[in-house]
Every structure is written in C-alpha cells, then in structure tokens.
C-alpha cells in the first residue's frame, strides 16, 4: 500500500495539506493566492486483479484490443511487443468487482483503467462494506481545490532572442508570427516551420478547462477529430451553459493550434486535434484528478501521439508524495507513456512559496513525463515556476519556454491576443516542438523523444532544477529525429524472439531469450536513458528473472544484445 494511502487510512475526512495549481493567481503585491482542498464525496477503490488462465488473458486482451483505434495500436507497437499491443493495465475493470462494489451500497460512477481502480460515492456505512471486499486493496478519498484564475501579464509586445542563438535563428518574419514572434524565436521555432514541419499527421490531445471559443480567427483551419467533457459527460467541450468556463483551454490551445498570418502562429498548426474538458474553471467548484485519469484513457484509445496538459496537483499531497509513483495521476501517467504516448506537463506556479511548497506537483513528477517550467522573457528563470528537483532526486523539471507574458487567443474576442503568465503557457509549446519531432521520425518513442529533447536544449551539458536540460532548440530537436535510426526499436530482426513479462509487474520481471538470438548482454535503462546497476539471475529454458527491489515505479527499457541481433523492449513496474 502507497504512504500516501497508510497515512489517510481507508476512509478519510478532513484535510488541511497543501498545493499549488498552474491556474494559482499571482496577486498585484506578488503574494500568490492559494486555494484549500476541499472533499469530493468521492473514492478511489483501487482493486486487485482478478486470476485468469492464460487462454482467459489473452482473450480478455484481445477483447481490449477491440476498443482501440488502429492507430492507438500502431503507436502502441512501438514499445509493446505483444500482438495486439495490450497490457494487463489496459483491461476494463472487473465487472462481477464492480456488482460487488455496488451491492455493498456504493455508487459506482467511473471505471478507471492502467489503475485498476472505480470511482465511488456512498455512505461510511457502504464504504466500510466495500473495503471488507477480499479483492479490494485500498480507498482513498478524491480530493479537490477551487480553481483559481491564470495570471495575466505586461500585453506590451516583446521581441526575444534566445541567449547565445546565434545567426541560426531566422529573423525576418516576425510581421508573420506577430504576438507569438517573441515566444516563438526563443525556441527556434520559426526556423522549423520553414523546413516544412507544422505537426502535419500528427494527432495531439489537449487536456484543460474546455474551449470557450473556438471561432477566434487563429482556429479557422483548427482540425478536431474528437472531443469529450468529462466534467459534463457530453461532447460540447465549450461552455454552452455547462459547468465549468473554457477560458483558460482556449488560451493553452491557441499556442500549440492558433494559425493567423501576421498576427500569431503556433508550435504546430497542422496537426489535428483531440480536446477534453477535465477542469472545472468555476471558483467554488472542485477540479478533480478523476477526470484527468479518465481523460487519459480517452486519449490513449484515440491514438493521441502527445498530450498536452496544464494542470498540476499537490493540495492533498505531502512534498514526499512527489516521488513519481504515489500520485494517481502520476502512476497513471507513467503507465500511459509505457503504451506509447508522449505526455508534456507543466510543472506548476509555486516557485515564490517557501520550502518545500515552492517545489513541483503531479503529474510532472512522473519519471516518463516531459515536464515543462518557465523562463522569462528574458530566457532567465522565471520565479514564479514551480521547481525541481522530485523528492527522490531527480532532475525535474526536464526543459522550460517562456512562461511570462506567453500572447495566445484572447476568448473574449474573435481577433484579438493577450500575453498571460504560468507554465500553463510554457507546457503547450513543447508539445508543439514534440510533435515536430514526431513528424520528423513517426516511430520515435516517449523515449526518444524525451533524450532528444535534453541533448539539445540549452543546458545539455549542465541542467539544473530551475530550468532542468532548459529552452529547447526547436530546429536542432527536429534535426536529431529526422537522423535517428529505428531498426532497433522496430520492426524486429527476423528470428529474433525475446519476451518480457509480466507486463505491468510487481518487484520482479521475467525475460524469456529464444533460440534465435545468443545474448552476450541484458541491460536495463530507466526513462531518461540512465543505465541500471541490477542483477539477473538466470533461470532454465532461457529465461532470467530481474529483481527491481528498490527501484521506483515507472517505465523502463530492456535492451538485449546478441552477437549480430539486439531487441529493445520497454516495461511498465507498478507497485
């Protein structure tokens, strides 16, 4: 069981922790205004797996498959080698578990897959049965804040350059990008559009608070191919007399979509679009990480290749949950960039606060996600960012883009853009510049794209936890994937057999090596590409056994060399 579930115990009723939110508002004294948590009447029942033959499982897997578009399985072969490319995370929840749940007297209102996990409501009465439950393993209560505004900065244009760019940026179009000129020269951006690359067959997913207007003129060629309001449990992903405002999506869209010549131009106006509303913008209602989890799935089901997502939960956390596996949302996190999926996450607005609240909150905590702080215009650390690093010590955030005075569509007006501030604003950059990647190199992997990305940011040789790898360089990210060979990823070599299982696992791995390769070396890599110090004990019939005793929850990659073969494998360890 997680600290985080000890610590609340299975039914818990006051909290008085604290958070910061990307939404946080900096108040004109500079004085940041925080929000309490406040209960959601709402659990998580997280589950135990129920026991299938093998013959059941991969049925059961099968039938998972069904529910994927066959582009979520084309991106999914890249890193699960297992036909159709399903894990046991994928599987719907237990539905004899979920009647159970439900005949102890709880309500059960959503089924969370890669968690294994329900959604409930009920009394204590109903609670307490249902924890009695042989195949319940904990409850926790769903916690929430009241949202708040994001900060809004100097609308004065600004021209930036990136420190030390050089004469590699291109300088004559700022009349083309207008309000985005600045926040787009910092990264090079510019100089990627020009080769070509805008995010064209690329399929990114926007998580936010809805889409308030989506007839501002930078959305005219705007393509959307799905969208949900998982807040509202219908498709209009607008305001449209629903709860919540889409204000703050709006603006967080336009960064990555917006296309208005001369006026602004995003990170990647020509890919397409799924958007989901999983925000409640109103003031005194929650927001809750439910429906981020839920919005995951969506996502992942579609095929979305990057996910853009500006939220950051820590109310209801200690700064010792922000490890990257106790968070629901990190957990799940992780578990969905292990099926392929390149997530970008801004690190949140409570760099100003004191130790530890000053430091970063989930999901971009998660060791497989991109996580994103803020610079000024200046290309300096900006203050207000939440900072690195994790509490386990790792380097977060992973790289930061403008975060002070970002110009995006202003929602309500048709033609008009404003500057804002948060790491709300830094976030949708990068998945723009990731989606370049892609575009580049469709097969690589979060991975990939991950150690791509710190290479050739410009802290690659020094990175901190402040700015992390720091300010992306767009033109050379793109560069690095178009040279990037993936024979070793996919397809595989002919003969070559090598199984990893079970996939998620536990503390233990098995790795069954066929005939058809000779393995002179077994290595284990964790997200960022750092090589793990792990012992193997060799079992008969080919097969070893990995013990991950002390390592922590995550995506890892196992990589098997043979004399003139070797095969790439990534993992998923859940605890």
């Known amino acids: 069981m997680p600290d985080y579930a000890r610590r609340l115990g299975m039914i818990a009723v006051v909290f008085n922790l604290s958070i910061t939110s990307c939404f946080a508002t900096v108040a004109a004294n500079g004085a940041e205004a925080l929000s309490s948590p406040v209960p959601t009447g709402r659990y998580w029942v997280f589950l135990e797996r129920e026991r299938m033959s093998p013959v059941e499982l991969d049925r059961a897997l099968d039938e998972a498959a069904s529910g994927l578009t066959s582009r979520s399985l084309e991106r999914r072969r890249r890193v699960i080698d297992r036909e159709p490319p399903v894990r046991v995370c994928d599987l719907p929840v237990d539905r004899a578990q979920v009647e159970a749940i439900e005949a102890a007297g709880c309500r059960v209102l959503r089924r969370i897959r890669y968690l294994n996990a329900v959604t409930v409501d009920g009394s204590g009465a109903a609670l307490t049965a249902a924890g009695r439950l042989q195949f319940v393993k904990e409850i926790v209560p769903v916690m929430a804040y009241p949202s708040l505004s994001d900060i809004r900065g100097d609308d004065r244009p600004q021209r930036v350059a990136k420190p030390g760019s050089g004469d590699r940026f291109t300088v004559d179009q700022e009349e083309v990008y207008g309000r985005s000129w600045g926040q787009s020269v910092m990264v090079n951006l510019p100089a990627v559009h020009e080769r070509g ?205 403008q975060a002070q005075a970002v110009y995006g569509a202003f929602n309500l007006s048709d033609t008009d853009y404003l500057p804002y501030n948060g790491t709300s604003f830094s976030c949708p950059m990068v998945a723009g510049i990731a989606a370049l990647m892609l575009q580049a190199r469709a097969q690589l992997t979060p991975a990939d794209v991950m150690e791509i990305l710190h290479e050739t940011s410009g802290r690659a040789d020094d990175p901190d936890t402040l700015t992390g790898w720091g300010i992306p360089d767009a033109l050379a990210a793109v560069e690095e994937a178009e040279a990037r060979g993936v024979a070793a990823e996919t397809p595989l070599p002919a003969g070559f057999t090598f199984n990893a299982y079970p996939n998620p696992f536990n503390s233990r791995l098995n790795l069954e090596i066929g005939s058809g390769l000779n393995p002179r070396s077994v290595q284990i890599f964790d997200i960022t590409g750092r090589r793990l110090d792990i012992h193997l004990v060799p079992l008969k019939s080919g097969v070893m056994t990995v013990d991950f005793s002390g390592y922590a929850a995550g995506v890892y990659v196992v990589k098997v060399k043979g004399d003139t073969k070797e095969g790439v494998r990534s993992v998923v360890l859940e605890r």
């Not at 309001?229 to 703050?248: L, M, R, T, Y």
């Not at 799935?297 to 500006?310: A, I, P, Y």
């Open 197 to 401: 690359y805008r995010g064209r067959g690329v399929l990114i997913g926007v998580q936010d608070t809805g889409f308030d207007n989506l007839d501002h003129v930078c959305f005219d060629e705007l393509d959307v191919v799905a969208a949900y309001d998982f807040v509202n449990d219908d498709d209009d992903v607008s305001d449209h007399g629903d709860v919540g405002s889409g204000a703050h999506g709006t603006r967080t869209l336009s960064v990555i979509a917006g296309l208005d010549s001369g006026q602004f131009i995003g990170a990647a106006p020509e890919a397409r679009f799924v958007l989901t509303k999983t925000e409640n913008s109103e003031s005194e209602t929650p927001v809750e990480e439910d429906w981020w989890v839920a919005g995951l799935w969506f996502h992942d089901s579609l095929g979305v290749d990057v996910l853009s997502s500006s939220v950051s939960y820590r109310l209801w956390y200690d700064w010792e949950d922000m490890d990257g596996r106790t968070a629901v949302t990190s957990r799940a996190a992780d578990i969905a960039v292990g099926a392929g999926m390149v997530i970008v996450n801004s690190t949140g607005n409570s760099g100003r606060l004191h130790y530890p609240d000053s430091k970063i909150g989930a999901p971009a905590d998660a060791r497989g996600v991109v996580s994103v702080g803020g610079v000024d215009r200046n290309g300096d650390y900006w203050r207000v960012a939440s900072r690195g690093p994790t509490y386990d010590g790792r380097i977060k955030p992973d790289v930061a883009a």
